[in-house]
């Protein structure tokens, strides 16, 4: 008779959506074999036969209410303006005891529109892996994703300590490190360290493309280290950040403020020639850089 396998948390997963976050889940799933079954549902049957070929489903339907059905864990990985209808679509195929989760970095807006439609005796864990690429699709992913990155685990007040503990378990398996935080602090936090960095990097190059063909052309062509880093936040997923930011309003709009009053005092400064108010702004904001680094939160595929 064979072992059971000790790092199984869950002996059935079902994953709503696989592009980059989800492809990834289950191909570290699979790998180190957390899981005795992995039930996949996405919006196209081309992404369907994909992760058949290359292997991280062993089961894969268009219909979202099957895919759960007998799930002990649904990982809703779809953009978070899909969220509602999703939730609509599967809590019939829901069995009691299962939890559901996801990887949006929204977590106020989740709870909004997941809470209302949870059955009784499911459990809402609310999660956030905080790791990525500017890739997309099921062939994006790879199971090395989340080593050594912070998921972010925002349950609500109903939510009961076992199944926290479970999908803390689970994220460290993937390689997470846990924290968990309230929902409304959570928005805030990646407001200012995700969200407004998307959205100035959208900004600039977006800027850029609107200049004089020949300029814009040499921008592109001359690209160093900042300007190429823009480029590869500004590739993400127009879909996923077309709804961060209207789900996330409020704390985007707060943080986007400060910004700009500090844009204002910056701008000042070098019409003035106040070196010294430039150098010690920029000997500060290196010492954000060095915490970076010593959190082991610099890497290649960020």
């Known amino acids: 008779m064979p072992k059971k396998n000790s790092k199984i948390i869950f002996k059935r997963i079902t ?15 699979k790998r180190d074999g957390l899981a005795n079954h992995i039930s996949v549902s996405a919006r196209s049957q081309n992404s369907l ?28 990985c779809s953009p978070i303006g899909a969220y509602s209808d999703i939730i609509q679509n599967i809590r019939l195929g829901l ?8 990887v949006g970095s ?28 500017e890739h997309s699709g099921p062939d994006a992913g790879f199971p090395e994703l989340f080593e050594d990155r912070f998921c972010i685990i925002t349950p609500t007040k109903q939510t009961n300590k076992k199944s926290i503990n479970q999908v803390t378990q689970f994220w460290q398996s993937l390689g997470s490190k846990v924290e968990i935080m309230e929902p409304n ?42 300007f190429r880093d823009f ?9 996923m950040w077309r709804d961060v930011f209207l789900n996330n309003r409020d704390a985007v709009l707060e943080m986007l403020q400060r910004f700009s009053e ?41």
């Open 15 to 29: 994953l709503i959506g696989i592009g980059l976050i989800g492809s990834s889940i289950a191909r570290r799933v």
């Open 49 to 76: 036969d994909r992760a058949v070929e290359l292997g991280f489903a062993d089961t894969v339907t268009l219909d979202q209410e099957d895919s759960v059905k007998n799930a002990d864990l649904v990982i809703i």
């Open 95 to 102: 069995k009691p005891g299962a939890i559901i989760s996801d």
């Open 106 to 133: 929204v977590k106020q807006a989740v709870i909004r529109d997941l809470s209302p439609h949870i059955p009784e005796g499911v459990h809402l864990v609310p999660a956030h892996p905080v790791a990525g690429t």
């Open 185 to 226: 602090h959570h928005d805030l936090v990646m407001a200012m360290t995700s969200h407004l960095p998307h959205l100035i990097a959208y900004t600039i190059v977006g800027t850029a493309t609107d200049l004089e063909k020949t300029l814009a052309n040499e921008v592109i062509k001359f690209s160093a280290g900042g």
């Open 231 to 239: 480029t590869r936040i500004a590739a993400s997923d127009p879909t």
């Open 262 to 302: 500090d844009i204002t005092a910056l701008q000042r400064a070098i019409r003035w020639g106040e070196g010294d108010t430039l150098h010690e702004l920029f000997s500060r904001t290196r010492e954000a850089r060095r915490g970076v680094i010593e959190a082991k939160q610099e890497k290649m595929y960020d």
